[in-house]
């Protein structure tokens, strides 16, 4: 252990990169698709809610235990409670969660990529409007949908794989941290741009009553649970993302503030891009409720007929692909940090190992849909994007399924109970007060943490595997 650990090369650049594991698909793809399933309105402010309540002090427990245990998920949960314990099982469970979620995720990142390079050659302007939706799943000759098409899909995932492994194996300062320095900001003002242009469209103020009027109407018990499980997605908690990260933080930074920053970012990203999909969907038409295919199907007709629409869709594919690619590093992290903390191997070793593991692991993924889906309307392969529970689940939805409804709540209970019960209270309450205004607020973190979190956790596990039935959940 003498080895002289990574370190963030400022606060700043953590809070870029911390924000960039963040702001993902989570944010841009699917956030506000089901924003539009659940109707828009309340499910945001419970959304809101549950940042607050659930999110955030997660994201300050696993922080803490990364900067206090200065040690990635498996070593940093042996550091702070005993050699062997039953604890470290939750920080295995976190590194066998990254190999599973990147391996789809990459899938995905891979589409938008696709759809960069559709909307470059003017393709999605070229098909008249009634064909864009066979892009995505059943075209025509011509122009096959992507997800008839394995070798494109493949392509694809290894091209972001690629530039996933070239990011992480430059280290935490200079691959990373560098990184989340362009990619962040870029991610920011092409936003920004996005917005300004969809607050000029005709639909700006029905999507701000959508996303922020007082709509009940599609809320179900179902979307409580949605809203819970979304908000520790969204914030990358759960697997040891942020312990990770937080291991390369020094003592001094400031906890609290810190973790409210990057949530406070990461919503803010969220409800802009509602601002940027919601206007231009209700402008053309289109169905708010159109779920997964809301960024990869309806947008692009919407953007097909706009002024200008290819720029922007190429803008915007790019600001996904951008946001992808950050939150893909930091999944790739915590697998290269385990084989380098705990088996001492050298960054680049274990950066093109896992890679490449990641990258085989998705091949499935990225072939499913094809022999799945062959000739499939739009509808069904919307709806089995749709990544729900379910009979016939193909590789893809397995394991999205796997991920998100049992090892995330799994992991975050395992990291609540961790922190509010197993480690020293003194640890506990002086790496919290350090350094922050916010020290007051430590007793309700702890409360939170004891008693909040993990009910919720257990609620979502619970559903998911289907000892809580909400009848009436319409997914
Ligand atoms: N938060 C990212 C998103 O919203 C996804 C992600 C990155 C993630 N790292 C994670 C999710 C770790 C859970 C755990 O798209």
Same mark, same amino acid.
């Given at each position: 252990?003498?080895?002289? /650990? ?15 594991? #963040? ?43 990364? /900067? ?11 550091? *702070? ?46 098909? =008249? ?25 493949? !392509? ?20 990373? &941290? ?41 809320? %179900? =018990?179902?979307?409580?649970? &949605? #809203? ?15 312990? %990770? ?6 003592? &001094? ?16 990203? #969220? ?7 919601? =206007? ?22 919407? !953007? ?12 915007? !594919? ?14 790739? &992290? ?13 960054? /680049? ?32 392969? %919307?709806?089995? *994007? ?11 939805? %397995? ?18 109970? !961790? ?13 919290? /007060? ?6 007051? *607020? ?21 559903? #998911? ?11």
């Amino acid at each position: 252990m003498s080895k002289e /650990r990574a370190q963030w090369g400022s606060k700043f650049g953590f809070i870029l990169a911390a924000a960039g594991s #963040a702001v993902g698909l989570g944010n841009i793809w699917k956030f506000p698709y089901i924003t539009g399933e659940n109707g828009g309105g309340w499910f945001v402010l419970i959304y809101l809610i549950c940042i607050a309540a659930v999110g955030l002090p997660i994201m300050i427990a696993e922080i803490f235990i990364g /900067r206090t245990a200065r040690n990635s998920p498996v070593g940093a949960f042996r550091t *702070l409670s005993t050699p062997g314990s039953p604890w470290l099982g939750v920080g295995w469970l976190g590194v066998v969660t990254a190999f599973v979620i990147l391996s789809y995720y990459s899938v995905v990142a891979g589409w938008s990529m696709h759809y960069v390079w559709l909307s470059l050659r003017g393709v999605l302007a070229q098909v =008249p409007v009634d064909q864009v939706a066979g892009l995505f799943s059943s075209g025509d000759a011509a122009h096959p949908g992507l997800y008839e098409s394995p070798w494109t899909n493949l !392509f694809w995932h290894l091209l972001f794989m690629a530039m996933t492994i070239g990011i992480v194996i430059g280290g935490v300062q200079h691959g990373v &941290e560098r990184w989340s320095r362009i990619l962040m900001p870029a991610l920011f003002l092409i936003m920004l741009a996005l917005l300004v242009q969809a607050a000029l469209t005709p639909g700006f103020g029905q999507a701000l009553d959508f996303v922020f009027g007082p709509h009940t109407e599609k809320l %179900t =018990p179902a979307s409580v649970l &949605e #809203a819970l499980g979304h908000s520790f997605f969204t914030l990358s908690l759960g697997m040891g993302a942020m312990i %990770t990260y937080g291991s390369y933080l020094t003592q &001094e930074d400031d906890l609290v503030t810190t973790a409210i920053t990057v949530s406070v970012l990461d919503t803010l990203i #969220a409800l802009m891009a509602c601002m940027v999909l919601f =206007p231009v969907i209700f402008s053309y038409g289109m169905e708010p409720a159109a779920g997964p295919g809301l960024v990869f199907v309806s947008l692009p007709i919407a !953007f097909a007929q706009m002024p200008a629409g290819m720029l922007w869709a190429t803008v915007f !594919f790019v600001l996904l692909t951008f946001a992808a690619l950050t939150s893909a590093i930091s999944l790739l &992290e915590v697998a290269v940090s385990y084989f380098i903390d705990e088996r001492g191997w050298a960054r /680049r070793r274990a950066t093109w190992t896992c890679g490449i593991a990641i990258l085989l692991a998705g091949i499935p993924s990225a072939l499913s849909g094809g022999t799945r889906l062959f000739g499939a309307d739009v509808q069904a392969a %919307t709806a089995r *994007l749709g990544l729900r529970g379910g009979a016939g689940l193909n590789w893809f939805d %397995t394991l999205d399924y796997l991920a998100s409804n049992w090892m995330l709540p799994l992991g975050g209970l395992g990291i609540a109970l !961790f922190v509010a019960w197993r480690v020293g209270g003194r640890a506990r309450e002086e790496g919290f /007060r350090a350094g922050t205004r916010y020290a007051r *607020l430590y007793w309700g973190w702890v409360w939170l943490l004891r008693y909040l979190v993990p009910i919720g956790m257990s609620v979502v596990f619970l559903h #998911a595997i289907g000892v809580i039935n909400f009848a009436a959940s319409g997914g």
